[in-house]
């Protein structure tokens, strides 16, 4: 597993303009991510993540490090595969699915079949659940399957279309290790990556209605009613006035 690092962030309180300007572009942008994700509910997870990313602004331009370690000598390996790169997997059709005489219709999951799975405590329990709710319909030769009786053979192949048809679910990149030269696959956490990003843009923006509430005695709907230049103007001059 491989951790997604955000990008660094300034933590200076020298009054510098730019750094405000830039959080608090940031924490803007992560509210408009947070609520693009409730919209997308029904978008497949791995391309969710990807859209929430370009959101967060780490657009093409921009390019994500990523670390992990070398499986031979331990080695740390950054790497840094860009936003735009991640949204070039294309996924598969969704073709029903035909195998040892059965026909069966199904979606990918998205955020709400996650959340659902996620109650389940054991991992086969899990699956069971995700089965339960992507399976649109499952037809053999004597009429309808339920989706927990289809054979371990079936559900395999069910399991390789799902990933198929969301490649950004779980992204593996080829690496190879610059110390000892073993080449080896990364799987890449884009989920726990977007998270972090959306926590840190939140904790930001506490943090600048924390220094104005104290400069200035305002209420935080008055501070979050600024915008951003204003905003940016008067954390400089809170931040100039306390050193
Ligand atoms: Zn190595």
Known sequence: MVAWRPPARSTSGSGSAAPA???????????RAARGARLR???????????????LGESARASLDATTRCPACSESIEFSP????LLDAEPA???????????????PPDSRDALAASAAVEAAAAHAILLER?????????????????????????DAAIAASDPLAEILVDLACPVCGVAFVADLDLAS????????????????????ARAYGWTEPEVLALTDRRRAAYLRLAREGVS
């Open 21 to 31: 300007n830039r959080a608090s572009g940031r924490a803007r942008r992560c509210g």
């Open 41 to 55: 509910g029904r978008a497949p997870l791995g391309r969710r993540d990807a859209r929430l990313l370009v959101l």
């Open 82 to 85: 860009g936003a735009a790169q």
């Open 93 to 107: 059709a969704l073709a029903p699915l035909e195998r040892d005489g059965l026909v069966v219709r199904w979606r």
């Open 134 to 158: 992507c399976v649109l319909a499952a037809t053999g030769p004597d009429g309808a399957v339920a989706p927990s009786e289809l054979p371990a053979a079936v559900r395999d192949t069910l």
């Open 193 to 212: 990556f977007v998270w972090a990003e959306l926590d840190a843009g939140a904790r930001e923006l506490l943090g600048e209605v924390d220094v104005l």
